[in-house]
């Protein structure tokens, strides 16, 4: 069964550890290119996450990562930079595997949309506005005075609007969720976030939040982090699955998928430690859902947001 996967930080762990090889199975990387090919992955989104450890992210450590990327994870012939509608058909038919640069918080931008449509030059298709805190553009979910947009941040939404590129609201905060919905037109995602109501965590979508991005024709990619699943530990594969059953309850069959979070991770659902892992899920949703349903689920959800989201040409 092929899979698409809407997030990984793949690039910050090869960004923070050079030595290590995209294309050997290495431990200390969840998401390489044996284990995507091992469990049929046909699309990895690949996230520059600017990591807490680099104190003021400039454009210039963006770039470093834009570098990386293509260097390191882009190889030809076995990977494949998904900018367009077409590339996803051309994945689909040949031995590639598919890979979406995206970014995660704006923080490095510093309000230069300049530098922001270069990076749309340079091949990035989907932009995660904040990561937990706030940045000149709005406040992530963890930031204490829990405020929205920024006079810039509902300027940036204009322009993304003109763009053709992805708004991703996983890390947003809820003020800025709710500033999103009624600023901005297009469908969006989350393309790593959970249920609330399965598990209280504030990086998780309340119904109200689920049931807009399912009317908007968006896509939530449920996320492989332990404690989004649930506040016990260890777990498991079908914990997580009452998260898609509950999206699927609220009318989003067509509207889940999921975002690992793979390499931005300290711990592990059992049974999902890495990327190569994946049939663990198939096996899991196939007690309970039809083989259509688990098709949509891993892939044909995502594939369908790609090929009505991504440009046509460019
Ligand atoms: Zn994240």
Redesign the pocket.
Known sequence: MKIIDG?C?AITKLFASPELDFFQEEKELDVSYPRLQRAGVKIQAF?M?MSESIKNPTFDHLLQMVDIFYRKIAVAPHIRLIRNRNDVLQVEASNEIGALLTL?GLDALHGNLTHLRVLQYLGVRSI?LT?NYANWAADGVMEPRKGGFTLKGKMLLKELEKMDIITDV??LSVKGFWELAENYSKPCIAS?SNVFKHCAHPRNLSDDQILELIRRNGLIGLTFVPFFVDDRSPVTINQLLKHLDHVCALGGEQHVGFGS?FD?IEQWITGLEHAGLYDNIINALSKTYTESQVERFLYGNWRNFLLSNLPEGM
């Open positions: 997030h930080d996230a996450y995660e995660g990561w996983s890390h790593h979070d931005g």
